[in-house]
């Protein structure tokens, strides 16, 4: 069973910059990809930006040049810097993994999510 513990998310005024953090813990062989989506409210669950265990990296455009994925392999944690961050960024920021487990199978899972207000 693998668990994502996610932090990182709060209220920022437009412009500013948050760093959401999902740690991975439990049983883990590999990691193949890490993401993080969102939900704004009356809206359906999109995709932020996604890293593979190669480092390749997908943005979705709204967000391309302003935020960054990154993945600290020795913590199986992975970062979502957001900067410039705008009203319309506002949503439930979601982590989610795709791994193979300890016994050899293929799982997947998400975070509890954590809120990122951008508001003045």
């Known amino acids: 069973q693998v668990q994502l513990v996610e932090s990182g998310g709060g209220l920022v005024q437009p412009g500013g910059s948050l760093r959401l953090s999902c740690a991975a813990s439990g049983s883990i062989f590999t990691i193949y990809a890490n993401a993080w989506y969102r939900q704004a409210p009356g809206k359906q669950r999109e995709l932020v930006a996604a890293?593979?265990?190669?480092?390749?990296?997908n943005y979705a455009a709204s967000v391309k040049g302003r935020f960054t994925i990154s993945r600290d392999n020795t913590k199986n944690t992975v970062y979502l810097q957001m900067n410039s961050l705008k009203p319309e960024d506002t949503a439930v920021y979601y982590c989610?993994?795709?791994?193979?487990?300890?016994?050899?199978?293929?799982?997947?899972?998400w975070g509890q999510g954590t809120q990122v207000t951008v508001s003045s």
């Open positions: 989610y993994i795709d791994l193979l487990t300890a016994t050899m199978r293929r799982a997947n899972t």
């Open positions: 890293i593979t265990t190669d480092g390749h990296t």
